[in-house]
C-alpha cells in the first residue's frame, strides 16, 4: 500500500505565504499525474492544481497566478507554493497521486488564513 503524507499546512495572515509537502512512499516517478485538492467545511472537494509527468501544469481560475505546484521525483514530494493567501483558501488541503492503475489520496493538511 503506497502511502501519500501531506504536511506544512498552518495558519497564516492574509497575504501571507506556505508551501505545502506530499510525500510519496513509493517512487514518484510511476505516478504520472499528481495534484491537490481543497475542502472546506460544508462544500464539495475542488481541485487546487495538478501537475503531469511531462511537465504540464494545470490550476483552478481561483489560484492562478498565486500557486504553484511542482514534482520533484529525486524526493518523491509534490509540493504546492501558495502565495498571496486570502481568507477563502481556507481548507483542508489533499494530496493524490495517479498511476495506470492505481490513485492514492492523503488524509490532508489544513490551512487556515486568518487576521
Known amino acids: 500500500q503506497v502511502q501519500v503524507v501531506e504536511s506544512g499546512g498552518g495558519l497564516v495572515h492574509p497575504g501571507g505565504s506556505l508551501r505545502l509537502s506530499c510525500t510519496v512512499s513509493?517512487?514518484?516517478?510511476?505516478?504520472?499525474?499528481s495534484g491537490w485538492h481543497r475542502q472546506s467545511p460544508g462544500n464539495q472537494r475542488t481541485l487546487v492544481a495538478t501537475?503531469?509527468?511531462?511537465?504540464?501544469?494545470n490550476y483552478a481560475n481561483s489560484v492562478k497566478g498565486r500557486f504553484t505546484i511542482s514534482r520533484d521525483n529525486a524526493k518523491n514530494t509534490v509540493y504546492l507554493e501558495m502565495n498571496s493567501l486570502q481568507p477563502e483558501d481556507t481548507a483542508l488541503y489533499y494530496c493524490?497521486?495517479?498511476?495506470?492503475?492505481?490513485?492514492?489520496w492523503g488524509q490532508g493538511t489544513q490551512v487556515t488564513v486568518s487576521s
Open positions: 501537475a503531469g509527468t511531462g511537465g504540464f501544469t
Open positions: 493524490f497521486v495517479r498511476s495506470a492503475t492505481e490513485e492514492y
Open positions: 513509493d517512487r514518484l516517478s510511476r505516478f504520472y499525474y
